[in-house]
């Protein structure tokens, strides 16, 4: 299981590094506006300095374009800022064309904005790299976004698809937690809910024993 983080705030990905634990980052265009970051230039810098910070790991670079010449156009120039950017592409009829197309080029995809088994089995078909369902997109509207994972995982094995599942709209540590049970490659989401795995009471009133202990056993 790939840990991703979801943000294109520099200091949330440092931190995600220094913890030891970062394979890769996503953004899309909410994200980047988030951070203030307009303008062609502007963005593909950042995403210069995002593929730096990641080392290696695969760093999404979202198209804005909704049809097949502009996403290509805009896909090409994605590439060329570092050999780790993936090109994120939305499900849509033309996002379907440009992902055989990147795939045939032997440029990495991700499709974004998947909500159903259909969509994932299209975009796998397509030769998308990796798929990104929205888990609490789909929750928030009372569907079952964890059960979309099961599905799709179990799918992909069946079929024996290479495309991997990189489970996306974490909201929360235990979304993070069901979607490794239910076979998702990777989950990418901000930093607080994968800071979240570390904490149980327990843990906090057993290390303050043990302290206490060993403060009175060395008096
Ligand atoms: O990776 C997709 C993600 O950024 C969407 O998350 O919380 O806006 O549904 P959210």
Redesign the pocket.
């Known amino acids: 299981m790939r840990f991703f983080i979801?943000t294109a705030n520099l200091d949330q990905i440092k931190e995600a590094k220094d913890l030891g634990i970062l394979d890769g980052v996503?953004?899309?265009p909410?994200?980047m506006a988030k951070e203030g970051i307009k303008g062609k230039r502007n963005i593909k810098n950042h995403y210069a300095k995002i593929a730096e910070l990641a080392d290696g790991g695969d760093v999404s670079a979202e198209v804005i374009s909704t049809d097949f010449e502009g996403m290509k156009k805009e896909a090409h120039e994605f590439a060329k800022i570092a050999p780790n950017i993936v090109i994120k592409v939305p499900m849509i009829k033309d996002g379907v064309k440009t992902l055989r197309y990147l795939s045939d080029n032997g440029i990495k995809t991700n499709c974004?904005l998947i909500f159903s088994a259909g969509q994932a089995l299209l975009a796998a078909k397509a030769g998308a790299s990796y798929i990104?369902p929205?888990i609490?997109?789909i929750d928030?509207i009372t569907w079952d976004g964890i059960g979309l994972i099961n599905q799709i995982a179990e799918m992909y094995a069946v079929q024996m698809f290479d495309t991997e599942i990189l489970a996306?709209?974490?909201?929360n540590s235990n979304h993070i937690v069901q979607a490794a049970i239910a076979g998702a490659d990777i989950v990418?989401?901000?930093l607080s809910p994968i800071l979240g795995l570390l904490k149980h009471p327990l843990t906090d009133i057993g290390l303050e024993k043990f302290l206490a202990d060993h403060r009175k056993g060395n008096k």
Not at 168 to 171: F, G, L, P
Request: glycine share 6%.
């Open positions: 979801d996503t953004t899309n909410s994200l974004t990104s929205f609490g997109r928030d996306a709209s974490i909201r990418t989401c901000p």
